[in-house]
């Protein structure tokens, strides 16, 4: 009888029933109760009451229960961890076990089982593993070690399990060799240290032994590790490449691509043209063969192929036909095949080429890939000239077709040949003059309007059409307006007999009938510019424009470096760097953010998907699950408010200020766990709140430089770990001299992936408005906007104040801080040192002192014994004078002891006054600027509890 059986729907008492033949003493009966617990716990059934029953069916030798009893154990041990530990026990002796399959499985479950009370017990287990003289122990210890790092890293660091890892690299067995590199690679992209994985030349040798021997996955693991290695030379280039040719031929085209990858790395180092010639000769065949596999390989290999023929068009120059589309192609990869036929065009095959995409054009029924043919049939009369005038001619053709967009398109695209050729196909215009009825796409009308403005002096009725337009002005897309503006204006510069009233009118609606602040300035310049000087509106207007040139890369050199490293990944298929669609948070990668690399930030609002957001790790997960898929933490019980759309409904428990998730940058953006400094442990659900534990010092850092006026402690804070923001590290401080405030910061690139680039630096809104002043700058050893690998750099970016009033009414000392780069966007927290907000003319003079004094609330007075400084007035005075607080007046006291009445004065107008010794403290916001006019209780709270702590720090400051 089949399994079908254990599915069965399931009778009342059931469970009492399997609790009694879970204690039986017959051991098939047991086998099928166990059975019966785990179909029922797959089809969703809660059967955690039968933890205890199950467990005690683990003292067997019966291998198959065994397995079963351990698969329960993975799935219910987090739910039950105190009951989890009963089983240790029999987890260590299983490991001792003289069945290595028995000994593995046990290794294997104890690694699975994610609770910290077993994390210790596996220590002893794994190292006898690890060293276990059977290879399937081996092989299953080593992956082992990368589930433990993922829990508890430092544990792996102390006991020397990385060590042990590297060692196993030299193991005989070569599927010890590729679960050893596996959980290497694993863990190194987990930390985003690129030290941890690294080998000499004998393990290389090693590595490429153990590639004809392991599986194919192995062999994928194996070859993208051979792929971080940088040959010392061009022999040692060329051999890495013989023994990995190969591979090329693999049916598995995950091993093909990875082959790819290494042999285009070594070919850069080759010195001999013969040689480069000879291996791109054998990269052809293997990627024209996955062109014949599945869709989803195809648009895999396409995507691989774009970027690969970005930097060596010549690899695949002559089999262009392979790229020809099939009838019954889907869509998505016949997109992407017409990109590789465009990037791969030449002279000698452009008129196959040119061919082919009028035969999509003509006889396609998908709208949206006609559109790409006629677009395409552009681009390559903008790459080749030689055959710009049959590209217009096909696309003549087109029009004559009368279908809408194909007119449209084509109209677009003659467009731009116009600026690429000027004075050279103008013969066409009248052809695209007598579509103009048809055209309905904004960007096709845009375009039209730009020719008929730009050649008016050659089209009679240039007016007229322009009037068509002008007579639905209020309807059209601003970007149509705005060319319609300038094409008007550009009509009456060149034949102003006639058009007076024309341009009269555009001007009147863009100025007077528009709401867009765009379109509106435009035409106010265009009125000043014709009304006082002509001549000049014509130098301007009818300037020369830069000539349109084909771009065959789709993405930038650098990133073009860093997506060939990444070849047959995701980030080769998204062509983007992975980091801009995995953001680590803490030791989970969460799939969250959009691109960063293109056009700005990259952060776009995602919508209301009425999904949760996981407390511990703040992933967003869908709405029907029950645990977060990162940090398997149960899903709360009541409905996670969506911080995203609703900031409005967060609750407020801190004493920091609760940022909205939509303040910082602008935008939406990935729910990344901001860096924590060293010594603070990250708080559960405190993704932006700002750091209100002021009596908190970060760990030590780089000293920095200071001027002779400066007051701030020299040493930097450590803000930013390398493993969380992608191999970058940041530290940095605060300073204020001379009245003026900079943030000193390091950057330091500690990554594998290669330089970094696109330094941005963006403030989250904070009570002080501090701002960035000036844009991030950060350069390399050589001057150039880069930061090699082990490269560091140090900037000083001058800080102003934003009088932001949407800033939060809740205050604190926190500052937000987001860093991009060309691999992402990293977040971390900072706290402001009150002393860099005081000013200069912090001294309160005459009875105002008293006054203020006196009107303080006593429960905005704070009390606090200082300590560990020389009890001498002259001293004390000193210290704080450089750091900008007052001494006004000195007391005698009875008791021998002086007091000493001191004030301070923020930026934005605080008064903080103070008498010392037992130093009374307090805080008052005055109607000084009028943009902190009124007091907030929370402000003088905070301010009243900070003073005591930063005085304290600069009296015992060396």
Same mark, same amino acid.
């Given at each position: 009888?089949?399994?079908?059986?254990?599915? =069965?729907?399931?009778?009342?008492g059931?469970?009492?029933?399997?609790? +009694?033949?879970?204690?039986?003493?017959?051991?098939?009966?047991?086998?099928e109760?166990?059975?019966?617990?785990?179909?029922?716990?797959?089809?969703?059934?809660?059967? !955690?009451?039968?933890?205890?029953?199950?467990?005690?069916?683990?003292?067997?030798?019966?291998?198959?229960?065994?397995?079963?009893?351990?698969?329960? $154990?993975?799935?219910?041990?987090?739910?039950?961890?105190?009951?989890a530990?009963?089983?240790v026990?029999?987890?260590?002796?299983?490991?001792?076990?003289?069945?290595?399959?028995?000994?593995?499985?046990?290794?294997?479950?104890m690694?699975?089982?994610?609770?910290?009370?077993?994390?210790?017990?596996?220590?002893?287990?794994?190292?006898?593993?690890?060293?276990?003289?059977?290879?399937?122990?081996?092989?299953?210890?080593?992956?082992?070690?990368?589930?433990?790092?993922?829990?508890?890293?430092?544990?792996?660091?102390?006991?020397?399990?990385?060590?042990?890892?590297?060692?196993?690299i030299?193991?005989?067995?070569?599927?010890?060799?590729a679960?050893?590199?596996?959980?290497?690679?694993?863990?190194?992209?987990?930390?985003g240290?690129?030290?941890?994985?690294?080998f000499?030349p004998?393990?290389?040798?090693?590595?490429?032994?153990?590639?004809n021997e392991c599986?194919?996955w192995?062999?994928?693991?194996?070859?993208?590790?051979?792929?971080?290695?940088?040959? !010392?030379?061009?022999?040692?280039?060329?051999?890495?490449?013989?023994?990995?040719?190969?591979?090329?031929?693999?049916?598995?085209?995950?091993v093909?691509?990875?082959?790819?990858?290494?042999v285009?790395?070594?070919?850069?180092?080759?010195?001999?043209a013969?040689s480069?010639?000879?291996?791109?000769?054998?990269l052809?065949?293997?990627?024209?063969?996955?062109?014949?596999?599945?869709?989803?390989?195809?648009?895999?290999a $396409?995507?691989n192929?774009?970027?690969?023929?970005?930097?060596?068009?010549?690899?695949?120059?002559?089999?262009?036909k392979?790229?020809?589309?099939?009838?019954?192609?889907?869509?998505?990869?016949?997109?992407?095949?017409?990109?590789?036929?465009?990037?791969?065009?030449? +002279?000698?095959?452009?008129?196959?080429?040119?061919?082919?995409?009028?035969?999509?054009? *003509?006889?396609e029924?998908d709208?949206?890939?006609?559109?790409?043919?006629?677009?395409a049939?552009?681009?390559?009369?903008?790459?080749i000239?030689?055959?710009?005038?049959?590209?217009?001619?096909?696309?003549?053709?087109?029009?004559?077709?009368?279908?809408?967009?194909?007119?449209?398109?084509?109209?677009?695209?003659?467009?731009?040949? *116009?600026?690429?050729?000027?004075?050279?196909?103008?013969?066409?215009?009248?052809?695209?003059?007598?579509?103009?009825?048809?055209?309905?796409?904004?960007?096709?009308?845009g375009?039209?309007?730009?020719?008929?403005?730009?050649?008016?002096?050659r089209?009679?009725?240039?007016?007229?059409?322009?009037?068509?337009?002008?007579?639905?002005?209020?309807?059209?897309?601003?970007?149509?307006?705005?060319?319609?503006?300038?094409a008007?204006?550009?009509?009456?510069?060149k034949?102003?007999?006639?058009?007076?009233?024309?341009?009269?009118?555009?001007?009147?609606?863009?100025?007077?009938?528009?709401?867009?602040?765009?379109?509106?300035?435009?035409?106010?310049?265009?009125?000043?510019?014709?009304?006082?000087?002509?001549?000049?509106?014509?130098?301007?207007?009818?300037?020369?424009?830069?000539?349109?040139?084909?771009?065959?890369?789709?993405?930038?050199?650098?990133?073009?470096?860093?997506?060939?490293?990444?070849?047959?990944?995701l980030a080769?298929?998204?062509?983007?760097?992975?980091s801009?669609?995995?953001?680590?948070?803490?030791?989970?990668?969460?799939?969250?953010?959009?691109?960063?690399?293109?056009?700005g930030?990259?952060?776009e609002?995602?919508?209301?998907d009425?999904?949760?957001d996981?407390?511990?790790?703040?992933?967003?997960?869908?709405?029907d699950?029950?645990?977060?898929?990162?940090?398997?933490?149960?899903?709360?019980?009541?409905?996670?408010?969506?911080?995203?759309?609703?900031?409005?409904? =967060?609750?407020?428990?801190?004493?920091?200020?609760?940022?909205?998730?939509?303040?910082?940058?602008?935008?939406?953006?990935?729910?990344?766990?901001?860096?924590q400094?060293?010594?603070?442990?990250?708080?559960?659900?405190?993704?932006?709140d700002l750091?209100?534990?002021?009596? *908190?010092?970060?760990?030590s850092?780089?000293?920095l430089?200071?001027?002779?006026?400066?007051?701030?402690p020299?040493?930097?804070?450590?803000?930013?770990?390398?493993?969380?923001?992608?191999?970058?590290?940041?530290?940095?401080?605060?300073v204020?001299?001379?009245?003026?405030?900079?943030?000193?910061?390091?950057?330091?690139?500690?990554?594998?992936s290669?330089?970094?680039?696109?330094?941005?630096? =963006?403030?989250?809104?904070? *009570?002080?408005?501090?701002?960035?002043?000036?844009?991030?700058?950060?350069r390399?050893?050589?001057?150039?906007?880069?930061?090699?690998?082990?490269?560091?750099?140090?900037? %000083?970016?001058?800080?102003?104040?934003?009088?932001?009033?949407?800033s939060?009414?809740?205050?604190?000392?926190?500052?937000? /801080?987001?860093?991009?780069n060309?691999?992402?966007?990293?977040?971390?927290?900072?706290?402001?040192?009150?002393?860099v907000?005081?000013?200069?003319?912090?001294?309160? !003079?005459?009875?105002?002192y008293?006054?203020t004094w006196?009107?303080?609330?006593?429960?905005?007075?704070?009390?606090?014994?200082?300590?560990?400084?020389?009890?001498?007035?002259?001293?004390?005075?000193?210290?704080?004078?450089?750091?900008?607080?007052?001494?006004?007046?000195k007391?005698?006291?009875?008791?021998?002891?002086?007091?000493?009445?001191?004030s301070?004065?923020?930026?934005?107008g605080?008064?903080?006054?103070?008498?010392?010794?037992g130093?009374?403290?307090?805080?008052?916001?005055?109607v000084?600027?009028?943009? /902190?006019?009124?007091? %907030?209780?929370?402000?003088?709270?905070?301010?009243?509890?900070?003073?005591?702590?930063?005085?304290q720090?600069?009296?015992?400051?060396?």
């Amino acid at each position: 009888m089949s399994d079908a059986k254990y599915f =069965q729907t399931t009778k009342r008492g059931e469970i009492h029933e399997l609790k +009694e033949e879970l204690h039986t003493n017959d051991k098939s009966k047991q086998k099928e109760a166990v059975k019966k617990v785990i179909a029922a716990m797959t089809v969703g059934k809660d059967v !955690s009451m039968l933890f205890p029953d199950v467990c005690n069916c683990m003292q067997t030798p019966n291998v198959e229960l065994k397995k079963l009893v351990y698969l329960y $154990l993975i799935n219910y041990a987090k739910a039950q961890p105190d009951l989890a530990i009963l089983a240790v026990n029999t987890f260590v002796k299983d490991a001792s076990d003289s069945n290595p399959l028995i000994r593995a499985l046990a290794v294997r479950t104890m690694g699975c089982i994610r609770v910290e009370q077993i994390t210790e017990y596996l220590t002893n287990p794994l190292l006898k593993t690890l060293k276990d003289e059977d290879p399937y122990v081996r092989k299953t210890a080593a992956m082992c070690v990368a589930k433990l790092y993922d829990i508890n890293p430092d544990l792996v660091r102390e006991q020397g399990f990385l060590d042990l890892l590297i060692g196993l690299i030299s193991d005989p067995n070569p599927t010890v060799v590729a679960n050893a590199v596996a959980s290497l690679t694993e863990i190194a992209e987990a930390s985003g240290m690129s030290d941890i994985f690294t080998f000499a030349p004998e393990a290389l040798m090693k590595l490429l032994s153990a590639l004809n021997e392991c599986t194919e996955w192995g062999q994928v693991y194996i070859l993208d590790a051979i792929s971080t290695y940088r040959p !010392s030379d061009a022999k040692e280039a060329e051999s890495i490449i013989e023994r990995v040719v190969p591979r090329l031929q693999h049916a598995n085209a995950a091993v093909v691509l990875s082959a790819v990858k290494v042999v285009l790395g070594c070919l850069q180092l080759c010195t001999s043209a013969e040689s480069v010639k000879t291996y791109i000769k054998k990269l052809s065949p293997p990627l024209v063969t996955l062109l014949a596999s599945e869709p989803e390989i195809q648009y895999v290999a $396409l995507r691989n192929i774009q970027l690969i023929c970005s930097r060596r068009p010549n690899i695949l120059a002559n089999d262009i036909k392979v790229f020809f589309c099939k009838y019954n192609d889907p869509t998505y990869v016949k997109v992407e095949k017409v990109d590789v036929m465009v990037m791969l065009a030449n +002279e000698r095959t452009v008129e196959q080429v040119l061919l082919e995409l009028k035969e999509y054009a *003509f006889a396609e029924v998908d709208v949206d890939f006609v559109r790409k043919a006629v677009r395409a049939i552009g681009k390559c009369a903008l790459k080749i000239e030689r055959c710009a005038e049959r590209c217009v001619a096909i696309l003549l053709d087109l029009i004559q077709t009368k279908v809408s967009y194909v007119v449209q398109e084509s109209i677009v695209v003659i467009k731009d040949i *116009f600026r690429k050729y000027p004075n050279q196909y103008e013969s066409v215009i009248g052809t695209l003059c007598e579509n103009l009825e048809s055209l309905e796409h904004p960007e096709a009308k845009g375009a039209l309007i730009w020719i008929i403005g730009q050649y008016a002096e050659r089209i009679e009725n240039a007016k007229e059409l322009l009037e068509a337009f002008i007579e639905e002005f209020a309807d059209l897309d601003v970007d149509v307006q705005l060319q319609l503006l300038t094409a008007t204006v550009k009509l009456f510069l060149k034949r102003p007999s006639n058009t007076q009233g024309t341009v009269k009118e555009i001007l009147q609606l863009a100025t007077t009938k528009s709401n867009n602040p765009d379109l509106r300035d435009r035409g106010y310049i265009y009125w000043r510019l014709l009304s006082t000087d002509p001549e000049k509106a014509k130098v301007i207007v009818l300037a020369e424009h830069s000539t349109v040139q084909y771009d065959p890369q789709k993405v930038d050199n650098q990133l073009l470096d860093l997506l060939l490293h990444q070849i047959s990944s995701l980030a080769s298929v998204y062509h983007k760097p992975t980091s801009s669609f995995l953001v680590n948070t803490g030791r989970q990668a969460v799939s969250r953010a959009k691109d960063p690399a293109i056009g700005g930030w990259g952060l776009e609002d995602q919508g209301d998907d009425g999904g949760w957001d996981c407390p511990q790790c703040t992933l967003r997960n869908r709405a029907d699950s029950t645990q977060c898929s990162a940090c398997d933490e149960p899903k709360p019980d009541t409905p996670a408010v969506n911080s995203r759309k609703q900031p409005s409904q =967060q609750p407020n428990t801190n004493a920091g200020a609760v940022m909205d998730v939509m303040d910082l940058l602008g935008g939406d953006f990935p729910a990344a766990t901001p860096s924590q400094p060293v010594g603070q442990q990250p708080v559960v659900n405190d993704l932006l709140d700002l750091m209100s534990d002021l009596s *908190f010092q970060p760990a030590s850092a780089p000293t920095l430089e200071l001027g002779t006026s400066q007051t701030l402690p020299v040493k930097m804070n450590f803000l930013l770990p390398a493993e969380k923001g992608g191999g970058m590290s940041v530290d940095g401080i605060l300073v204020r001299a001379g009245g003026k405030i900079s943030y000193e910061l390091q950057f330091r690139n500690a990554s594998a992936s290669g330089p970094l680039s696109g330094f941005a630096i =963006q403030f989250n809104k904070n *009570f002080f408005g501090l701002t960035n002043a000036t844009a991030l700058q950060v350069r390399g050893n050589d001057q150039v906007p880069t930061l090699s690998v082990g490269q560091s750099h140090t900037v %000083s970016l001058a800080m102003a104040y934003k009088e932001d009033k949407s800033s939060p009414d809740t205050p604190s000392l926190g500052l937000q /801080v987001a860093i991009k780069n060309v691999t992402g966007i990293y977040y971390f927290k900072d706290t402001i040192p009150l002393e860099v907000v005081l000013s200069e003319n912090g001294k309160i !003079s005459g009875p105002e002192y008293p006054q203020t004094w006196q009107s303080i609330p006593a429960a905005n007075q704070a009390v606090a014994n200082l300590s560990g400084f020389a009890l001498d007035s002259s001293f004390i005075e000193n210290k704080l004078a450089k750091c900008n607080i007052f001494v006004l007046h000195k007391k005698k006291l009875s008791s021998g002891g002086e007091s000493l009445y001191c004030s301070g004065k923020t930026d934005m107008g605080f008064k903080c006054c103070q008498q010392q010794p037992g130093v009374r403290v307090a805080a008052n916001k005055q109607v000084l600027l009028s943009a /902190v006019a009124g007091a %907030s209780t929370n402000m003088r709270t905070v301010l009243s509890q900070a003073m005591p702590k930063t005085v304290q720090e600069i009296l015992t400051r060396a």
